[in-house]
């Protein structure tokens, strides 16, 4: 099935880019719900899905709101206001959603689903007064599976909004969608998605186009219309193949000669998001010594910390990852 969205003046000059933590949210819990071995996205699943599980939220309402397949609520992911959002903005747009809307969803996905879970028809029971537990769930998932991660993921996501704005200046429109993705196509003032069965039209949509790259959704791009909002059309980033293949070792001597050599060791070791003790086994440094030098580099910005369980882990930060890149 071909669906197709036409587009105004007006609409091409209101097209904008966004980074969205709520895109990456509901795609990835996915994939940790279906059970599958991804092959890109492996290592990070072997790593999030214990934690997830041990803190319940394979079970919990979450579960209920994104199915292993199928429709996903369109309250979850509210229009971004800007390029990139912040997660508490994404999550006060959820818990401003109207309870009409709510219920609207609701209604969609349990008849996609053969019913809704108890959870949710609590939810849609008092919208008001448990959207706060939506929210609430989102940020307990946010920071054990996306939030060490972010770093890396902002990274792919951001060159991919630099690879595809660069398009638009040097060669327009029409090529930025004909290379968005094989299923998207530009043709006769419209943009043309194939295999989506629902009916795309502006009289269901706002004015404009939001375009979302997102390291979790694939292998099609998704889709969310909700007037009087802009459409949203979430497709898979560039980049996505290399993002949990192991880097190559750092060259951090001159890095070493500012921070000290343990400091930048830890740096370096952090590829993937650690405890003190991984840490301290890893480098053979005492776990009280990697706990100072760690809270030395987080008062520094180089890196953050994250609850999983009962212990911390420490991921680095943009800062950190461009100082390591720069070596």
């Known amino acids: 099935m071909l669906a197709e969205l036409a587009f105004s003046t007006s609409d091409l000059a209101q097209m904008r880019f966004a980074v969205s933590p709520m895109w990456e949210v509901g795609p990835s819990f996915r994939l940790l719900a279906s059970g599958a071995a991804h092959p890109v996205h492996r290592p990070w699943v072997e790593q999030v899905r214990p934690r997830v599980a041990d803190a319940g939220l394979d079970r919990g309402l979450l579960a209920e709101l994104i199915p292993p397949s199928g429709y996903v609520p369109d309250f979850l992911n509210p229009a971004p206001a800007g390029p990139a959002p912040t997660l508490a903005e994404e999550l006060a747009g959820i818990l401003a959603a109207p309870a009409l ?46 939030a060490p991660y972010w770093a890396r993921l902002r990274a792919v996501l951001d060159a991919d909004v630099f690879h595809r704005a660069r398009q638009v200046a040097e060669q327009g429109p029409a090529h930025l969608f004909n290379g968005l993705h094989p299923s998207v196509s530009w043709d006769d003032d419209a943009l043309r998605l194939e295999r989506r069965p629902a009916v795309l039209s502006r009289q269901a949509a706002g004015a404009g186009l939001v375009l979302i790259p997102s390291v979790f959704t694939g292998p099609v791009p998704f889709t969310r219309m909700t007037p009087p909002e802009p459409p949203q059309l979430a497709y898979p980033a560039r980049g996505i193949g290399a993002l949990w293949q192991p880097r190559s070792a750092h060259r951090t001597d001159a890095l070493a000669a500012v921070l000290g050599r343990s400091r930048t060791r830890l740096l370096a070791e952090l590829d993937s998001p650690a405890s003190t003790t991984e840490l301290a086994r890893r480098t053979g440094l ?19 910390a994250h609850r999983a369980g009962r212990s911390v882990l420490y991921a680095r930060t943009t800062v950190a990852e461009s100082l390591l890149a720069a070596q």
């Open 286 to 304: 005492s776990p009280s010594g990697v706990s100072q030098y760690l809270t030395a580099l987080r008062d520094a910005g180089l890196v953050s």
């Open 101 to 146: 809307r709510v219920r609207r969803d609701l209604d969609r996905l349990g008849d996609e689903q053969g019913g809704l879970g108890p959870r949710a028809r609590a939810l849609y029971a008092e919208p008001r007064a448990r959207l706060d537990r939506v929210a609430q769930e989102i940020g307990a998932y946010w920071e054990l599976a996306l």
